[in-house]
């Protein structure tokens, strides 16, 4: 099997996963979790490995700073995050390759069609320590209106020959109408530090 096949199939073994997680996200707006609940950010493989828990760190980081290069409309710094052969979108026609998807996001990138905030809450470092998933809460707002919705975004990164951390295959959940209290709940869990796993 290729390497990026085993990729993907990591990608489809991780979906129901992305759900469950999603449902607990839900909670968070509505009230605690249930007692015995994983805590947001805990790696689901806690191997005390110190290089796994780098590289778990590594990619917090660079999600950190994907959604930076969106807040701040920096064009060149999202692309460098962007594997060249990324496909987006993957649960429907994916968009494949970083300009096609840079292109696609220019209006995201700028702001002009949608604000959109997003951090991580999930890493986990797997398979041969070169691809790790991540996963947290997506926060929409409409610049016309200013209407909010929030969702959650599943992405899977891979070290590049470069040694760099890129995004190779990115996805979500559906967003839904947000109120007030979903958008402060979303920004009461955000969190810059790496957790330890």
């Known amino acids: 099997m290729t390497h990026f096949r085993c990729i993907a199939l990591s990608i489809a073994l991780a979906m129901p996963s992305l759900v469950a997680i999603a449902s607990g996200h839900e909670e968070l707006a509505s009230g605690p979790a249930a007692p015995g609940a994983s805590e947001p950010g805990a790696s689901d493989t806690a191997t005390g490995d110190p290089a796994a828990q780098a590289s778990r760190c590594q990619v917090w980081q660079r999600e950190l700073d994907f959604a ?105 959940l559906k967003p839904q109408p947000a109120d007030a209290a979903a958008v402060q709940a979303f920004h009461n869990g955000r969190r810059g530090d790496c957790p330890a796993g």
């Open 68 to 172: 930076r290069s969106v807040a701040s409309h920096d064009r060149a710094a999202f692309a460098a995050l962007v594997h060249p052969r990324a496909a987006f979108g993957v649960s429907r026609k994916p968009t494949l390759g970083r300009e096609a998807i840079v292109a696609e996001w220019q209006g995201i990138i700028d702001g002009s069609a949608l604000k959109l905030e997003w951090y991580p809450d999930v890493v986990t470092v797997g398979g041969d320590g070169d691809t790790a998933y991540s996963s947290g809460p997506a926060l929409y707002q409409d610049p016309k209106t200013g209407a909010y919705r929030h969702g959650r975004f599943g992405s899977v990164w891979q070290r590049d020959t470069d040694g760099a951390w890129r995004v190779i295959f990115d996805d979500g």
